[in-house]
Nanobody
Framework: QVQLVESGGGLAQAGGSLRLSCAAS????????MAWFRQAPGKEREFVAG????????TYADSVKGRFAISRDNAKITAYLEMNSLKPEDTAVYYC????????????????WGQGTQVTVSS
């Protein structure tokens, strides 16, 4: 069992930055791939970024590539999403998710989810 709690969301201006954190519980955090998804009003939940259990491999959606960076600290059992050059279209509720071993882009493949944190980017 893994419990996830996101923090760090809020309001930013276009071009600004925010850093999201995902604190996990459980002693097997190092066995889980972590990912960030987002969901805007009226839209489906979409993959943003994912990271392998060791942190050695990362995957990004084309829409955030070069602007967002996912990382993890297995000693602190925490994952992060650094968001730079924010755009109004990045506005959404951001969720962190965990699944065993391999990053998958499909939301349905993840077993564990946080409660979400709102990110709002003003123009």
């Amino acid at each position: 069992q893994v419990q996830l709690v996101e923090s760090g969301g809020g309001l930013a201006q276009a071009g600004g930055s925010l850093r999201l954190s995902c604190a996990a519980s459980g002693r097997t955090f190092g066995n889980y791939a972590m990912a960030w998804f987002r969901q805007a009003p009226g839209k489906e939940r979409e993959f943003v970024a994912g990271i392998s259990p060791s942190g050695g491999g990362t995957t990004y959606a084309d829409s955030v590539k070069g602007r967002f960076a996912i990382s993890r600290d297995n000693a602190k059992i925490t994952a992060y999403l650094e968001m730079n050059s924010l755009k109004p279209e990045d506005t959404a509720v951001y969720y962190c998710a965990a699944r065993s071993y391999i990053v998958i882009l499909r939301a349905g493949a993840y077993n564990y989810w946080g409660q979400g944190t709102q990110v709002t980017v003003s123009s």
